[in-house]
């Protein structure tokens, strides 16, 4: 009977690493994802105002501005800082740059306006986000942050190609620059897929600081009313609150990238935290976290799973069960890999450790979980009280 047990639960073990391994793999956003090119390129482009809330950002600002501004944009464009009156060093970067431009011959606009040094219970990146929307002359409203380069002097006219009467938002995608760790840079590039498929109904959220939207929308709708309180999360408001079924472009292709400076672990770790605050507040959140933690749950099960069988061939002497096991294992990877591969080579990226990458993200949501648990609430939001 002992030995009839013993059988039974080897073949369990045998069978399920088996099936797992042929099916885990697929429960991807990579697999699921399919590379969905530019929308309207026939359309004519619109005047576009780009938007950078600063602050204490001197050297990103003298870094990439200048790119910014001499951007191929027939139609012509306006760019607008804004800042804290009273921070002098990028009052002083600003006059710099500015000087330059025009000693070169510029011909769009440039602008500077500032908040309140008074402002309180409100998040100052929103509310600067919601002055320079207020300064635009334009309708189409592109917000950048201060620390992303374009990749090209042809950036702008890729990300407003598909600014069509029809569209309210358009998504862009920014990868972290050289000096990141691979890791960092897959792991943006492993949720974008996520966010990115969802665009095709009604868009979620970004996790990428770079998106376009209608400034008519925003302030008919009153801008970031009803999460002001929260320091962050000021894209993923924007594409949450003003996503409209079927209304969401995207502009992916690598001309359309802006390259994001290598962020510090400090502002790595948080903005991942902060998320985690921020979702309570998003729309249509259900669905997307169903599917993400269906994905991972197959991952968690299979490694379970195989670690499980791998425990009890050794036990029992069972070196068939061993080789299943191991067979499994290579199985899985194999077939993973070829997942990653085939989606990351269709966008244009490059990470040879994707199919190892996959379980450090399965895991490291969880210390991200851990670490938003046992948070100060009060560093989520400007009411310290």
Known sequence: MVEMLSDNVA???GIAALLLALTTPFFSPLFRWKRKEEEAHDVDLQPVSIIIASHDDAQQLEKH?????????PVGYEVIVVIQKGDHDVEDALKRIKYTYEQQGGDAHFYVTYIPQTS?????????ITLGVKAAKNEWLLLLDSDCAPSSPQWLAAMARPCADEKSLVVGYSSYDADTSSFKRYERFYHFCYLLRECGTQAYRTNCPIVMFRKSQFMSQNGYLGNLELVRGEYDFLVNKYAEPDATAISVSPTAWVIQDSPTRKSWLNAHVYYMETRKLLQRGFLHRLVFGADQVAMR???CVSLAALAYSVLTLNWLLLGVTLLSVVLE???RYWVDKRAIHRFGESFPWAFVYDRVIMWSDLYFMM???FADRRDFTTHKQ
């Not at 501005?65 to 944009?73: A, E, G, K, T």
């Not at 309180?120 to 600067?128: E, G, H, N, P």
């Open 11 to 13: 073949i369990i073990l």
């Open 65 to 73: 501005l200048p790119s910014i501004l001499q951007q191929d944009y």
């Open 120 to 128: 309180r219970y409100m998040s100052r990146r929103k509310l600067a």
């Open 301 to 303: 099960l299979f490694t």
């Open 333 to 335: 990877l194999l077939l």
């Open 371 to 373: 670490r938003h648990k």
